[in-house]
């Protein structure tokens, strides 16, 4: 069974900086893609980043140059890290096994909530 566990979520100023970090088992971590996905209030769900099994990324436009994705294969954890967070960022994030192009059909985990906020 895919277990994904994400951590990290704070309420933290505009212009701040956030690691989450996501722990994942019950499948072959270093055969798949990686992604995180945000969901703002009342809003739908967005893509954010991926990491492929390769290691090749990419980012939203949104988040672009303010956000890295990363991968340590041995520990089954990806990573984000979220830096020049802005309001627009208030969201749950979370983090999902492969990648696909409709996104509500990947398997993710509980979340964690980014608060950017004054």
């Known amino acids: 069974e895919v277990h994904l566990v994400e951590s990290g979520g704070a309420l933290v100023q505009p212009g701040g900086s956030l690691r989450l970090s996501c722990a994942a088992s019950g499948f072959t971590f270093s055969d798949y893609s990686m992604t995180w996905l945000r969901q703002a209030p009342g809003k739908g769900l967005d893509w954010v980043a991926f990491?492929?099994?390769?290691?090749?990324?990419d980012y939203a436009n949104s988040v672009k140059g303010r956000f890295t994705i990363s991968r340590d294969n041995a520990k089954r954890t990806v990573d984000l890290h979220l830096n020049d967070l802005q309001t627009e960022d208030t969201a749950m994030y979370y983090c999902?096994?492969?990648?696909?192009?409709?996104?509500?059909?990947?398997?993710r985990g509980q979340g964690t909530q980014v608060t950017v906020s004054s």
């Open positions: 999902a096994k492969g990648f696909d192009d409709n996104i509500e059909r990947l398997t």
């Open positions: 990491i492929k099994w390769s290691f090749a990324t």
